[in-house]
DNA sequence: ATCTCGATAGTCT
DNA sequence: GACTATCGAGATC
């Protein structure tokens, strides 16, 4: 095991979800990953956060990368579950997906904002920010965060997730995994989590689909309802 | 608070 | 050649 994942468990963290967790609908494994913990190990250190919103993409889905079959962008979607997808848009911008289904089936669930929890002063100088050069106004713990993982491309920053991470196995404490939270961890909510379930963001197919999973009154989301 | 717009390059038609 | 599962700045209310 991984000297990552032994501080991780020193911290309270459970196990990586295994690969059955994912090997579901992306519709029901969306709103499961709420609350887990997203963790991200590089040479430059340890980043994690809390998952508070998802996005679910299946392949009859127009909106999905993979409605029109597989190119070479779109194969880790295909592939087997529990791997992650990362792709490049907008010429500048990654986005981290969990993969999910059965293997030769094209779906993921798109990671959309986090809570984070550790390595914030990590997070902060890969975003090329600092708290002290921050607007007044920014300068609330709640605010600062928010502007390290409030938005999928965000949270790909700050946990210093790019190409490199595509194909990454999220089951096994590597670079990039994902664990559920134990009831007695610090950071648990303590039970009772009140997922909402909304239409998506920054598509312009299947718009009406109610996909996007958030967990209510978080103040972390991306966006509000 | 909410809107509009530009940046910027990979992907697919 | 058009589009993009985004972000942040600047304008406006």
């Not at 959309?112 to 106004?137: D, H, K, Q, Y």
């Amino acid at each position: 095991m991984s000297d990552a994942s032994c501080d991780l468990l020193r911290n309270g963290f459970s196990e990586p979800l295994p690969r059955a967790f994912y090997a579901r609908s992306a519709t029901i494994v969306a709103p499961e990953l709420l609350n887990c913990i997203l963790v991200s190990a590089s040479p430059d250190g340890l980043t994690a956060g809390r998952v508070v919103e998802t996005e679910a993409y299946t392949q009859d889905d127009a909106a999905s990368h993979c409605f029109r079959g597989r190119t070479p962008r779109n194969r880790v979607m295909f592939g087997t579950a529990g791997h992650a997808y990362v792709y490049f848009t907008y010429g500048m911008h990654y986005c981290l997906n969990a993969v999910t289904g059965t293997e030769g089936q094209g779906e993921a669930v798109l990671i959309r904002a986090i809570e984070p929890l550790m390595g914030t002063e990590l997070m902060f100088s890969r975003r090329g920010l600092s708290v002290e050069r921050l607007p007044i106004e920014k300068r609330s713990a709640t605010r600062a965060k928010r502007l390290l993982g409030a938005g999928p491309a965000v949270l790909c920053r700050s946990l210093g997730i790019s190409a490199s991470h595509n194909g990454a196995d999220l089951t096994e404490p590597g670079s990039l995994w994902i664990c559920a939270v134990d009831v007695e961890n610090e950071f648990a909510s303590g039970g009772g989590l009140t997922v909402v379930t909304t239409t998506r963001i920054g598509i312009t197919k299947a718009v009406e689909l109610k996909r996007r999973f958030l967990i209510a009154a978080d103040p972390y989301i991306s966006r509000k309802i």
